[in-house]
């Protein structure tokens, strides 16, 4: 694969002003593809990253700050996608938000947005998206699931649900492109230190009271066999396999990468 794998096409990553969104917007812009950045943060922040990003790589950048948990600001964003680069070529659904609670306890409303942001708004891009690569007969649709798409975990039913919801939309997806140059797939990461892991390590640390450090490696142990968290470029470098023409028959997949986690 060359630097210019994706040059002159676009990519939609969704939540991609930190964490894994930030790893996949940067490895697909050094493949040559425009990046459309998503999500929330400072503004002066969010213009230095798409500026660092145009210059490191010789792409363009744009910023939509579309909540992704409304119908109405992802079909806005799209509109903006076409009349700044005529579209989107490749989309990775990346947004995420988690609670934890049980099923008993779940608030209502975190149940809600868990399910609109994490599922619901996937499905809004995608049906957003399909149109635009239908007409050039070329689309990469990268559906950013969890382990929890494939396994359960107590206290964490909306986040498993939608993940779940997320990787049979992946398939479903994939059997309606089949015979067209679009392909979608899921990814299923493992513990990535994002912010959002990072939470639940710092809530650990003070609950049996443990170093950070105790903390996060108490949290390997319990699910990820490698006693490593996955990176964000990893993950990018297996989002832009999925791009490639090598990868034009992974169809519908739901691929792990985590340390070994679903394996037990």
């Given at each position: ?60 950048t ?69 149109p ?27 986040y ?33 230190l ?21 903390a ?36 519908g ?5 985590d ?6």
């Amino acid at each position: 694969m060359t630097a210019s794998l994706l040059k002159g096409k676009t990519a939609l990553v969704t939540g991609s002003t930190s964490g894994i969104g930030l790893g996949m917007a940067r490895s697909l812009a050094a493949e040559g593809a425009n990046i459309i950045f998503n999500g929330f943060g400072d503004t002066h922040e969010i213009a230095q990253l798409q500026s660092a990003t145009a210059k490191e790589f010789g792409v363009q950048t744009a910023y939509h700050n579309a909540d992704m948990s409304k119908a109405s600001e992802i079909e806005t964003l799209f509109a903006f996608a076409a009349d700044r680069f005529g579209g989107i070529d490749v989309l990775v659904n990346n947004a995420g938000i988690q609670h934890v609670a049980n099923v008993e306890d779940f608030p209502v409303d975190k149940w809600d947005a868990i399910i609109a942001i994490n599922l619901t708004s996937a499905f809004h891009t995608t049906r957003l998206a399909l149109p635009y690569m239908r007409k050039k007969n070329w689309g990469r649709i990268i559906n950013l699931a969890s382990a929890h798409g494939l396994v359960g975990s107590a206290g964490k039913s909306a986040y498993v649900a939608a993940k779940h919801g997320l990787v049979g939309l992946t398939k479903v997806t994939a059997l309606e492109t089949a015979q067209t140059g679009v392909t979608c797939n899921a990814i299923c990461p493992g513990f990535v230190l994002t912010p959002l892991v990072q939470k639940q390590v710092d809530t650990r640390a003070l609950k049996e009271g443990l170093t950070n450090d105790e903390a996060k490696k108490a949290l390997l142990a319990d699910k990820q066999p490698s006693g490593e968290f996955v990176t964000p470029e990893e993950l990018g470098g297996l989002a832009v396999f999925l791009c490639s023409d090598a990868a034009k028959q992974v169809r519908g997949v739901a691929w792990n990468m985590d340390g070994g986690w679903v394996a037990q």
